[in-house]
Nanobody, 114 residues
Framework: QVQLVESGGGLVQPGGSLRLSCSAP???????MGWYRQAPGKRRELVAT???????NYADSVKGRFTISRDNAGNTVNLEMNSLKPEDTAVYYC?????????WGQGTQVTVSS
């Protein structure tokens, strides 16, 4: 599997913004990169994905507030999170998919609280 390096996350007040980043090794081809999240007592759910030649996909709960993007090399994915709500509190996981690849990051905590 692929070693992923996640950064970002932390504590923010409602209405605030955070940025998550995830990088994969540059010598592999990755088709889809994305972010998922898991809140306490809940299942892991999709937040957003970005696929080469296809585009982006967002959960309805984050549409209009979150933006996913990839760098030109294609192996770093960013998630800009705006207008954060307490219900966005969760551990956020990076995921990458390619030929014979389906890897997860270790997760980064995002807490939205006043």
């Amino acid at each position: 599997q692929v070693q992923l390096v996640e950064s970002g996350g932390g504590l923010v007040q409602p209405g605030g913004s955070l940025r998550l980043s995830c990088s994969a090794p540059g010598n592999i081809f990755i088709n889809t990169m994305g972010w998922y999240r898991q809140a306490p007592g809940k299942r892991r759910e999709l937040v957003a994905t970005i696929t080469r030649g296809v585009g982006t996909n967002y959960a309805d709960s984050v549409k209009g507030r979150f933006t996913i993007s990839r760098d030109n090399a294609g192996n770093t994915v960013n998630l800009e999170m705006n207008s954060l709500k307490p219900e966005d509190t969760a551990v956020y996981y990076c995921n990458v998919k390619g030929h014979l690849i389906d890897s997860w990051g270790q997760g980064t905590q995002v807490t939205v609280s006043s």
